[in-house]
Nanobody
Framework: QVQLAESGGGLVQAGGSLRLSCAAS????????MGWFRQAPEKEREFVAA????????YYADSVKGRFTISRDNAKNTMHLQMNSLKPEDTAVYYC?????????????????WGQGTQVTVSS
């Protein structure tokens, strides 16, 4: 089992920045791909970004490409999402996810492990 815990959410004005973190615990010695998803009120959960275990491969949703950067530090069992140039439409609960298969993280919402989420609110 892997437990995930997000942090770093908050309220920010449009154009501002936030850095989300996801701390992993438990069976972190297994190689997991990880990713970020978000869910706005009355909308489905959507993919934001994913990263391979080594960190050498990353994917982004078109809506965040060029503004968000995903990274990870396996020595510290953490993953981050640097969010710049935030827009009101980025407002959502952000979740981190982990799965042995990067394709699962990147293309589905069926990752094995999920965090509880952290709220990001961007005011106009």
């Amino acid at each position: 089992q892997v437990q995930l815990a997000e942090s770093g959410g908050g309220l920010v004005q449009a154009g501002g920045s936030l850095r989300l973190s996801c701390a992993a615990s438990g069976r972190t010695y297994n190689p997991y791909a990880m990713g970020w998803f978000r869910q706005a009120p009355e909308k489905e959960r959507e993919f934001v970004a994913a990263i391979s275990y080594s960190g050498s491969i990353t994917y982004y949703a078109d809506s965040v490409k060029g503004r968000f950067t995903i990274s990870r530090d396996n020595a510290k069992n953490t993953m981050h999402l640097q969010m710049n140039s935030l827009k009101p439409e980025d407002t959502a609960v952000y979740y981190c996810a982990a799965d042995p298969d990067l394709r699962v993280v990147r293309t589905t919402t069926r990752s094995n492990y999920w965090g509880q989420g952290t709220q990001v609110t961007v005011s106009s």
